[in-house]
């Protein structure tokens, strides 16, 4: 069954994200945190009110960031600004920062990266949220999962930068994006289709997950051939 686009979900947002870019400003620099990273470009999370005042859409930036080794430098162009994030699509890229993140967004590895979230990250929101478990991983990846009473999983939600991959019991399989709607949570935007992409990369992340315990990633493999 298709979610409609009007359908929306709130999420944990993960206060301290691995990746990180250094932006260099006129009057000095400053450290935010990578929320969505590709070839094409990448999104920060935004802490604090006004911030987006820094990033005018058109503006270019030379920034620096550490991906599975040296730092690399890029320019990019801001095209997005909200009040809790800001998007940028990169202006000049060098072929080694280039390999590096596409080593670092591909499927077996963000898999791989999946780990449980500290309780002491948790939030009372996270709670309030109904989130049963969360696992967070590399290239802004985070695992979330919704169990009923008896211990059966009712939802789950995989998602990789912005992109999302979702399954629940009794309304099936639905990709879609995140959209920041406050310091400390994420709301999911449902495509009208399902994305073939988004399908293919949750499948290739889920092989992977090597956190999970065998009976639930065979389950949810079962999900995704199911569509």
Not at 174 to 183: F, H, R
Not at 186 to 213: C, F, I, Q, S, T
Not at 214 to 222: A, D, G, I, Q, V
Request: a neutral charge.
């Amino acid at each position: 069954m298709e979610r409609t686009v009007e359908q929306q979900r709130l999420v944990p947002r993960y206060p301290l994200p691995r990746e990180k870019v250094k932006l260099f400003f006129e009057d000095g620099e400053r450290v935010f945190g990578v929320r969505d990273i590709s070839t094409k470009g990448l999104g920060i999370t935004l802490l604090e009110h006004g911030e987006a005042l820094l990033f005018p859409v058109g503006f270019e930036y030379n920034l620096e960031m550490k991906l599975g080794g040296e730092p690399f430098r890029a320019r990019a162009k801001v095209v997005r600004a909200s009040a809790w994030a800001a998007g940028f699509v990169f202006e000049s890229l060098g072929e080694g920062a280039r390999a590096r993140i596409e080593r670092c967004t591909e499927p077996i590895r963000v898999g791989k990266s999946l780990k449980p979230v500290p309780p002491a990250l948790l939030s009372s929101q996270t709670r309030a949220q109904g989130v049963s478990a969360w696992y967070h991983g590399d290239g802004a990846s985070d695992l979330y999962l919704w169990f009923d009473r008896r211990g059966g999983l009712e939802k789950a939600l995989l998602a990789v930068g912005e992109r999302v991959w979702e399954w629940q019991n009794g309304q099936g399989v639905a990709t879609g994006s995140l959209e920041p709607v406050e310091e400390q949570a994420l709301k999911v935007v449902y495509d009208a289709k399902r994305n073939p992409e988004m399908l293919r990369l949750a499948a290739g992340v889920l092989e992977h997950a090597e956190v999970l315990d065998f009976r639930l990633l065979k389950f949810l493999k079962e999900q995704l051939r199911s569509v």
